[in-house]
């Protein structure tokens, strides 16, 4: 009894060592073609990137107060503008809606101009964090 067990693993075990050494996963070669300047602006690009610093740009604040206000504020500054980014930041006591993160001043002067139509205490400034 015990040689029939002996002989059923041992017969079990050749099988699967014969399949897995006569199988083959999934093989293949991918050519890429790109032309080689791709890969240098990608390389400047990450060089510009490593010494960029986010607290470094300007935001501009639209609102500062209440948290059911502030939501408010904010889905009005995204119904009207839809090209910059918004948060809501909570500094006690209050909420604060930060919109867009520019590289200079005169970036945030441009934007300042065209959200200051609709909302009157905007300003910019720069986050310490």
Same mark, same amino acid.
């Given at each position: 009894?015990?040689?029939?067990?002996?002989?059923?693993?041992?017969?079990?075990?050749?099988?699967?060592?014969?399949?897995?050494?006569?199988?083959?996963?999934?093989?293949?070669?991918?050519?890429?073609?790109?032309?080689?300047?791709? #890969?240098?602006?990608?390389?400047?690009?990450?060089?510009?990137?490593?010494?960029?610093?986010?607290?470094?740009?300007?935001?501009?604040?639209?609102?500062?107060?209440?948290?059911? #206000?502030?939501?408010?504020?904010?889905?009005?500054?995204?119904?009207?503008?839809?090209?910059?980014?918004?948060?809501?930041?909570?500094?006690?006591?209050?909420?604060?809606?930060?919109?867009?993160?520019?590289?200079?001043?005169?970036?945030?002067?441009?934007?300042?101009?065209?959200?200051?139509?609709?909302?009157?205490?905007?300003?910019?400034?720069?986050?310490?964090?």
């Amino acid at each position: 009894m015990k040689t029939l067990n002996l002989n059923t693993i041992f017969l079990s075990l050749t099988i699967i060592v014969l399949s897995i050494s006569f199988s083959y996963g999934q093989q293949g070669k991918i050519d890429l073609n790109q032309d080689d300047k791709i #890969t240098t602006l990608v390389n400047l690009r990450k060089e510009m990137n490593k010494n960029e610093n986010p607290s470094d740009r300007y935001k501009i604040q639209i609102y500062s107060g209440n948290r059911a #206000t502030a939501e408010a504020s904010q889905s009005d500054f995204k119904s009207k503008f839809d090209k910059w980014s918004t948060i809501m930041v909570f500094e006690t006591p209050n909420y604060k809606i930060w919109a867009g993160s520019f590289r200079n001043r005169l970036e945030a002067d441009r934007a300042l101009k065209e959200i200051k139509q609709n909302f009157s205490g905007a300003f910019i400034f720069k986050p310490k964090k």
